[in-house]
């Protein structure tokens, strides 16, 4: 495919998605976000502690807030050991000089959560995801990953992410449907190519803005139905159509590169077709 061809794609694709972040949220984000709500963020001691009693967890909370969100513990199921911090009160007759009666002291116990794998219920929200079948793009995305000298595997993800880059290498949980693997994969190839240089933008916002924008432009290229996945991650970061266009140059320029390389097929495969 042609430089030219690629480009035009890549512009019509963003103003696509300028027009779904002009939009506003779609009711999935404000559903999601709502729930979201509900779950407390846990410390980092907490987390090492949540993944070494359950590997792959994803959304954990106590009982009563899986009963708030319309869920159930299942019978039997053992629950997730973490710390919590609880205050008491020093109710000693004679305080100390300088000291006030009845001083709050922090004190921690262990408390008891569970993943939602462990319940049962009504279905979480969820922002919207990628659909339709990347065919052999996935493959040929691979190869111009390797091509870049970068490294992909599913080692080591971070709680709850289905993806990241590492500088050189790209780590994609396994097990994602075949559009959201693709998805995930351009998103986290984009991160490689624009946000490990000197140019890297300070703000998270416009860097998840970049990367899933181009995500967006990638998908849309090969057929793959996005929906309001692109513009719900993009809120999710606080992104707005004025973030997409002060970045429209980089996001169009690396989406059409990734697009002509997918649609150049090396000359073993074209043989073999």
Request: aromatic letters at 6%.
């Amino acid at each position: 495919m042609k430089a030219e061809q690629a480009k035009k794609i890549a512009d019509q694709a963003l103003e696509q998605l300028a027009e779904a972040l002009n939009s506003g949220r779609s009711e999935e984000l404000t559903r999601y976000l709502s729930m979201l709500a509900k779950f407390h963020r846990y410390s980092f001691g907490n987390v090492m502690l949540i993944l070494s009693q359950k590997p792959d967890a994803t959304h954990i909370a106590g009982f009563n807030t899986w009963k708030q969100i319309g869920r159930f513990v299942k019978k039997g199921e053992k629950g997730i050991v973490i710390i919590a911090p609880m205050v008491i009160r020093n109710r000693d007759d004679q305080p100390k000089e300088g000291e006030q009666q009845d001083k709050p002291m922090l004190r921690f116990r262990g408390v008891y959560v569970f993943d939602v794998s462990q319940t049962d219920g009504e279905p979480l929200p969820e922002p919207a995801r990628v659909n339709g079948d990347p065919g052999r793009h996935i493959n040929r995305l691979r190869q111009v990953i390797a091509e870049r000298g970068i490294t992909i595997d599913s080692d080591d993800l971070p709680f709850g992410a289905d993806g990241v880059s590492r500088g050189g290498r790209i780590s994609i949980r396994s097990g994602l449907e075949p559009a959201n693997e693709f998805s995930v994969t351009v998103h986290e190839f984009a991160h490689e190519l624009l946000h490990r240089g000197d140019d890297r933008p300070k703000s998270k916002t416009v860097r998840e803005t970049e990367a899933e924008a181009i995500a967006f432009v990638v998908c849309q290229a090969i057929g793959l139905e996005n929906g309001t996945a692109a513009s719900d991650y993009i809120q999710l970061y606080d992104g707005k159509t004025e973030t997409l266009a002060q970045s429209l140059d980089r996001i169009q320029h690396v989406a059409a590169e990734i697009i002509a390389a997918l649609h150049d097929v090396p000359d073993e495969q074209a043989h073999a077709a």
